[in-house]
Structure formats: structure tokens, C-alpha cells
């Protein structure tokens, strides 16, 4: 799943907080994180947390916005 940042010098500070809640992050470009939550395989769930998540690190950062990006659907191969 993928994160824009509005803060792009946050983003470190959004994959370490991400890692303690047991997501893998990784800056993709600047301003983009491309966030995984290893302990579900279901999306809509995996959603849902990052999701919160990422309202509680707002709290903590009023000043950023962390907006959960969505999916893009592939067409037929």
C-alpha cells in the first residue's frame, strides 16, 4: 500500500513509527511510502490498521498529513 506524505522530510519518522506496529516501510520516492502489514494477508483489514495508524501518527504530527493512497485495480493480462 502506498503513503503520500504532505512533510516529505517526515518520512523517516513515519517508517520508524510504522516498524514499531509491525508494518515494513520504505521510502519509494520523496514523499511516497510503500507500506506492508506482514501479519495479515487481508487487504481490507491491512487497510483498516494502516489506516488508523496512520490517524495516530497525525496526532502526534499535526503539522503532516499521511494519506493512504488507493489501490490501483490491473486490468485483465
Not at 517526515?10 to 519509494?28: K, N
Not at 483498516?48 to 493512504?68: I, K, N, R, V
Request: with cysteine; aromatic share 6%.
Amino acid at each position: 500500500m502506498q503513503v503520500r506524505l504532505t512533510r516529505p522530510s517526515l518520512a523517516q519518522e513515519l517508517i520508524d513509527f510504522l516498524g514499531r506496529a509491525s508494518c515494513v516501510a520504505v521510502q519509494t520516492k520523496a514523499g511516497t511510502i510503500e507500506v506492508d502489514l506482514p501479519y495479515t494477508d487481508d487487504v481490507a483489514r491491512a487497510r483498516t490498521d494502516l489506516g488508523l495508524y496512520l490517524a495516530a501518527w497525525q496526532g502526534l504530527h499535526p503539522e503532516a498529513t499521511a494519506e493512504l493512497q488507493p489501490e490501483s485495480v490491473a486490468g485483465p493480462a
